[in-house]
């Protein structure tokens, strides 16, 4: 029996709403959308206010894709309104607003999750599967593009790798930035290592890099080595594991599921609170 399909809407339709608002199209009845930019294609949406997307008793769950000093003011009225909420990362501007909304949506028995599409990719899945099988004492992070720099490089890149390492290793016992450089804009290249009793993780972002790449390797006891590029992991230089699904497709399908009844996503509740705390250990 085909699974109902929830009525949803999204807040912010920007470049990343944009895909947001086709995935939930493609899953569930999107009702609503509401932008400040010019009206996107949403031939199924109809526009409107926070406001009147929080007062429809009929929509279920809300999707917030705004800038992130937007956030907490957003979920807290949609939580209120009885909404499910899935927020682009980070959740909040401060990990203590974080997890006074994770608070709230747990006395209002509603999902408040995160979104960190990285997690949700099949092979990040995979990757983190086979860390359970051995010892890690190195996991390295690095990320190289051109572009995204309307928002601070934490805010828009950093955040991932460090929801990566609280995902797998949970609080570090120190962080430390290593090093900030100004290309474009404040900051553009940062490199930032975690300590954990028994691993280090580091992560270097470069949004100024002629280089396109997003390699994540972990790096055993024994001196072998599994790496996580895009779709793909390589163990010892082989492919072991590859998906050609895409995580925001999966992140969308996991957020409904569990608007559904279903169960609760790996980001949900304090988790994107958590990842603040990392990113407040770092400043």
């Known amino acids: 029996m085909e699974q109902k399909r929830l009525k949803t809407a999204i807040i912010g339709v920007g470049r990343w709403g944009m895909n947001v608002a086709r995935e939930l199209d493609a899953r569930s009845e999107l009702v609503y959308f509401a932008s400040k930019q010019s009206t996107p294609s949403l031939a199924h949406a109809r526009r409107a206010t926070v406001e009147e997307i929080c007062a429809d008793s009929g929509i279920e769950a809300v999707a917030i894709a705004t800038p992130v000093p937007t956030h907490g003011d957003i979920i807290r009225v949609a939580l209120e309104a009885g909404k499910h909420v899935l927020c682009e990362k980070p959740l909040t501007a401060t990990s203590q607003e974080a997890h006074a909304l994770a608070q709230l949506a747990s006395e209002k028995g509603r999902v408040l999750m995160t979104g ?35 928002d601070t490089i934490e805010n828009a890149l950093l955040t991932h790798y460090l929801s990566i390492a609280y995902d797998l290793l949970g609080t570090p016992t120190t962080a430390s930035v290593k090093n900030r450089e100004a290309v474009e804009t404040a900051c553009d290249r940062i490199e930032i290592s975690l300590a954990y009793q028994e691993c280090e993780f580091t992560a270097q972002i470069d949004r100024a890099s002629k280089e396109e790449a997003h390699i994540v390797t972990a790096t055993f006891e024994d001196g072998t080595s599994l790496v996580w590029s895009d779709t793909k992991l390589y163990k010892d230089g082989e492919v072991v594991f590859e998906s050609p699904d895409t995580p925001l497709a999966e992140e969308i399908r996991v957020f409904l599921e569990a608007a559904a009844g279903g169960a609760a996503p790996q980001t949900a509740g304090d988790f994107g609170a958590r990842v603040l705390e990392i990113h407040e250990l770092l400043t």
């Open 116 to 150: 960190y599409t990285l997690l949700y990719s099949p092979a990040y899945q995979e990757f983190k599967r086979l860390l359970q099988e051995k010892r890690s004492v190195r996991i390295e992070c690095i990320r190289k593009k051109y572009g995204t720099f309307t």
